[in-house]
């Protein structure tokens, strides 16, 4: 199994952090070789070629949206790494910025270069502060070794990275919010178009792309993009870190190829459930992902595989429920997060949000009425699809998912 | 152009124009909350959202371009749905006080509830309480239990004034307007504020409770407080039949004039509407003895002015102007005392000039100077000595001439002046000195037009029907003009200010050029 993984092989060794264990792991050779021997074009035509699908939850391929950038004008680009990492049940980009810090920044350093980017930000999320502290190091250390700054590997090009920590806003996380926020705003997400990659960051084009999705670029490059569809599916390259939690024997981060079975990852990988335990359901994508019951998980994880079961694989957060999970408490959990981290702009989430978390937690005080878990079906239907950024969404998806899915289960809730 | 199709409806739209613009120009309404054209368009209420054909979700009609060939639908069941879903939301928590809303009857969550509304209440939760007195200012008062979080009045001070005192506070269910600590919103132009809140959440203490809004009728008119001109409606209470109301007008709003000023007034404009109840002279007061109706009047007048004609001494005729008056006017009494009469001595008496802002309050409180300046009047300031030397007849426009000097010199003035009629709008000090007074109206009661600091000329219409024996002095001087019979065919075509301004249109190439 070791054979298969690419982000995670190093993880484990002592001081993997720091610069010199990096090189010993064909350290910033992808850097190296793409600013010496490669034109920005063939760069990009290797990530396109690779099909690397966002990690950060939409699965948008990252290649086509660097080639979103005009090339032509005058005003600076940006890079901004969305390291806002929110979505409940996802903690892999943590790993990637506590066990190997370089491959982020080797990472950065090509893509800006392939893009024609001289300042990149990495917007990491307010609580990971001893994350935040590992990455100035790490960029402190790579500076000091010329793999930032000026002139590196003598290629002419220059870069500098930037760490910059939020402040404990799930929306942040959203890709325009996040630019706001840097700029020092209030985190509202803004009206598209205009597309960040036209403009973005202080109304300059920007690419903005989850940590995980950047860690992967120095091993596309590095070993090609044949190598890493190989890996993965071709039209969903590479592998995935899923975060498995909830009931099972060994919850953690585990690297596999895109498309790997859900089952076999929570029996084989996690160590199945608890002793004594039965799966009851499955949120395969992170909090917003649409539940699966346990009769659903014979599937593929992979970005269109999972949507195609009315699901998404989102960040890859596997959340596992047993069967002691009441799906009203589910319900309470997700709606409780969802009113709280609305930014509030949007009537339908800023209303119809905090509307259902009221119903719920009615229904969890036995006061429940017949029509409640109707009820909360529809105004999540007036929430999905009609909100400005994918925040609404994030929420309607699970609460209708849950709400169809065990629908019986929260009936039984009201009676009496 | 593009062609684009709004509910089957085939179209043409200016490149660039947003779907609900097309849709305006079309006449065909998109309910809105956040959206006001002179604002970026934020599209956070979410009630615009229309059906575009080939596009997945709903489209934001107020920021989404037309494209060739792009068929719209803004009334289909599932556009609909989504409104009724937006209004829902909308309501639910909000305190449905309309009852004592000053807002009610021109509310948009009224309108748009009628249109769309569900007429079920399926919101059974307590409902979150909120601020509902939060003083603004001197002149605003901010409901938060109201507000729809549409930011129009945080973007209005952060794009239009600039001044930025209110923000948005909090997130999710507890997002909230409200003015920053310490701040208040008291400059000149607050008064907008409540004018472009679509709900009752910020309302004027001005008309906090005064009335319903369903009782007022409004009628169009230019500001006349500044040389700006901007476009007004005024608002005024017909009255009830039992009871006699205090005032007429209760409320002055910013009409929109791209060219003028777009769709704001100061507050100066907003809330100086007094004079038009306060004070008024309302009846003709005649020379002693005498009981005279406006015909009397001319006729009296037209005869003190031909019996210095007569014997060639018009030059003992003086008059006292104002730019207050409309183009219509001043180019009449240029045409009777200048060209026809020659009188002596001509002045003018404007209101004394204020401080300006870079918005558009000018300096200059008078209203018409440079329509007076292209008319060809020297606006020269009175000068008491002139006028009362040898003078037979001196007929006063405006009430400023009673503060444009000490009481003493004007009464000196007066004293030695054999006749004198005073043309008023409001009853003063000076009435008591006159042979005879003669109550006109303010620009909000007659018809006419008006050439503003930039030169831009706007006509309008009276707003509210005159005071008593009130009259515009166009028909004065038209009626003046005639019975002198200088030249009764040129005067007898002036029946209206429309006729007028033809004539003006003919003799003066700046109004030709610059007619509507």
Do not use: W
């Given at each position: 199994m070791n054979d298969d993984k690419v982000l995670s092989r190093f993880f484990h060794q002592e001081g993997a952090h720091t610069l010199s264990a990096y090189l010993k792991h064909e350290g910033y050779q992808g850097a190296e070789k793409a600013l010496k021997e490669m034109t920005r074009e063939d760069i990009l035509g290797q990530v396109k070629a690779a099909n690397l699908r966002g990690r950060g939850g939409a699965g948008f391929p990252a290649g086509v949206k660097w080639g979103f950038v005009p090339q032509e004008g005058d005003k600076p680009k940006y890079l901004c790494v969305n390291a806002d990492e929110g979505e409940p049940g996802t903690f892999k980009d943590r790993y990637i910025m506590t066990f190997a810090p370089h491959l982020l920044l080797e990472g950065i350093v090509i893509t800006c270069f392939c893009v024609g980017i001289h300042t990149a930000?990495?917007?990491?999320?307010?609580?990971?502060?001893?994350?935040?502290?590992?990455?100035?190091?790490?960029?402190?250390?790579?500076?000091?070794?010329?793999?930032?700054?000026?002139?590196?590997f003598e290629s002419g090009f220059g870069l500098e990275v930037h760490v910059h920590r939020g402040a404990g806003a799930y929306i942040c996380g959203e890709e325009t919010a996040l630019l706001e926020s840097l700029e020092g705003k209030r985190g509202n997400p803004r009206?598209?178009?205009?597309f960040p990659a036209s403009i973005g960051l202080f109304q300059c084009p920007t690419v903005i792309n989850n940590v995980e999705t950047i860690a992967n670029i120095p091993h596309i490059i590095h070993q090609g993009a044949d190598w890493f569809c190989g890996l993965g599916l071709p039209k969903d390259g590479g592998t995935r870190l899923f975060g498995v939690s909830g009931k099972v024997k060994k919850p953690g981060v585990y690297e596999l190829p895109v498309g790997t079975n859900l089952k076999e990852l929570i029996f084989t990988h996690a160590g199945g459930m608890l002793e004594g335990r039965t799966l009851k359901a499955?949120?395969?994508?992170?909090?917003?992902?649409?539940?699966?019951?346990?009769?659903?998980?014979?599937?593929?994880?992979?970005?269109?595989?999972?949507?195609?079961?009315?699901?998404?694989l989102g960040s890859g957060a596997v959340i596992v429920l047993d069967d002691e999970a009441s799906m009203l408490e589910v319900l309470r959990i997700v709606t409780d997060f969802y009113s709280h981290e609305s930014?509030?702009?949007?009537?339908?989430?800023?209303?119809?949000?905090?509307w259902i978390r009221k119903m719920v937690h009615r229904m969890a005080q036995g006061?429940?009425?017949?029509?409640?878990?109707?009820?909360?079906?529809?105004?999540a239907s007036n929430i999905l699809g009609k909100t400005l950024c994918p925040l609404g969404d994030a929420a309607a998806m699970p609460i209708l998912s849950i709400t169809k899915k065990f629908k019986e289960e929260l009936e039984a809730s009201l009676a009496g | 152009m593009v062609k684009i199709k709004i509910n089957d409806k085939e179209l043409q739209a200016t490149e660039g124009m947003t779907v609900f613009q097309a849709a305006q120009e079309a006449d065909i309404p998109i309910p809105h909350f956040c959206y006001h054209p002179a604002f970026i368009p934020e599209g956070t209420c979410r009630m615009c959202l229309v059906e575009i054909e080939g596009m997945p979700k709903l489209e934001l009609a107020c920021s989404t371009q037309v494209r060739e060939g792009m068929k719209i639908s803004t009334h289909s069941d599932r556009v609909k749905e989504a409104r009724r879903g937006v209004l829902e939301f909308l309501l639910a928590e909000h305190p449905l006080d309309c009852p004592i809303c000053d807002q009610a009857g021109e509310c948009k969550l009224q309108d748009y509830y009628e249109e769309y509304g569900l007429y079920e209440n399926r919101f059974v939760e307590t409902k979150d309480k909120h601020e509902k007195k939060i003083g603004l200012g001197k002149t605003l008062i901010h409901d938060q239990e109201r507000c729809v979080l549409c930011r129009r009045c945080v973007r209005f001070l952060r794009e239009i004034t600039k001044t930025g005192e209110m923000g948005v506070f909090e997130r999710g269910g507890h997002t909230e307007v409200n003015i920053y600590l310490g701040r208040t919103i008291d400059h000149n132009y607050s008064g907008n504020l409540a004018q472009i809140c679509p709900v009752g959440a910020i309302t004027d203490r001005d008309f906090r409770f005064k009335t319903r809004s369903w009782f007022l009728e409004e009628g169009k008119s230019v500001c006349q407080l500044c040389s700006r001109g901007c476009a007004i409606s005024v608002d005024s209470h017909r009255g009830f039949s039992r009871f006699e109301l205090p005032q007429r007008v209760y409320r002055i709003r910013a009409r929109h004039n791209p060219h003028v000023n777009g769709d704001w007034i100061c507050d100066i404009g907003r809330y100086g509407y007094a004079y038009l109840d306060a004070d008024r002279c309302r009846a003709i007061k005649p020379p002693s003895g005498q009981e005279f109706g406006w015909d009397e009047s001319i006729v009296w007048l037209k005869d003190k002015i031909r019996r210095l004609k007569d014997r060639d001494q018009t030059e003992r005729i003086g008059?006292?102007?104002?730019?207050?008056?409309?183009?219509?006017?001043?180019?009449?009494?240029?045409?009777?005392?200048r060209d026809d009469l020659g009188a002596g001595q001509v002045f003018f008496s404007d209101p004394p000039s204020g401080e300006?802002?870079?918005?558009?309050?000018?300096?200059?409180?008078?209203?018409?100077?440079?329509?007076?300046?292209e008319i060809g009047w020297d606006i020269k300031p009175v000068d008491l000595e002139a006028l009362s030397r040898n003078a037979g007849l001196l007929i006063i426009f405006g009430p400023y001439f009673e503060s444009s000097h000490d009481r003493s010199g004007i009464s000196s003035c007066l004293e030695a002046i054999e006749t004198k009629v005073l043309l008023t709008p409001t009853s003063g000090v000076l009435d008591e000195?006159?042979?005879?007074?003669?109550?006109?109206v303010y620009w909000a009661e007659k018809a006419g037009s008006s050439t503003n600091i930039d030169g831009i000329v706007q006509s309008f219409q009276p707003a509210l029907p005159p005071l008593g024996e009130g009259r515009a002095e166009w028909r004065l001087l038209s009626d003046l003009g005639r019975e002198l019979d200088l030249n009764y065919r040129y005067y007898q075509s002036f029946s209206s200010p429309e006729n007028i301004f033809r004539a003006m249109t003919g003799e003066i190439p700046f109004f030709e050029k610059n007619g509507e």
């Open positions: 930000y990495i917007y990491i999320r307010g609580e990971y502060e001893h994350v935040a502290r590992r990455l100035e190091d790490a960029i402190a250390e790579a500076r000091a070794h010329g793999y930032l700054g000026e002139n590196i009206l598209k178009p205009p499955v949120i395969p994508g992170g909090m917003s992902a649409p539940i699966l019951t346990a009769d659903e998980i014979d599937i593929a994880m992979d970005c269109d595989a999972l949507v195609e079961a009315g699901s998404m930014c509030g702009q949007c009537t339908p989430c800023r209303v119809g949000n905090p006061k429940g009425r017949p029509d409640d878990v109707e009820n909360i079906g529809r105004l | 008059v006292v102007l104002n730019s207050g008056l409309t183009n219509e006017e001043l180019f009449l009494a240029k045409k009777i005392f300006g802002d870079d918005l558009l309050l000018t300096a200059e409180r008078s209203p018409n100077r440079r329509g007076a300046e000195m006159m042979d005879m007074v003669l109550p006109t």
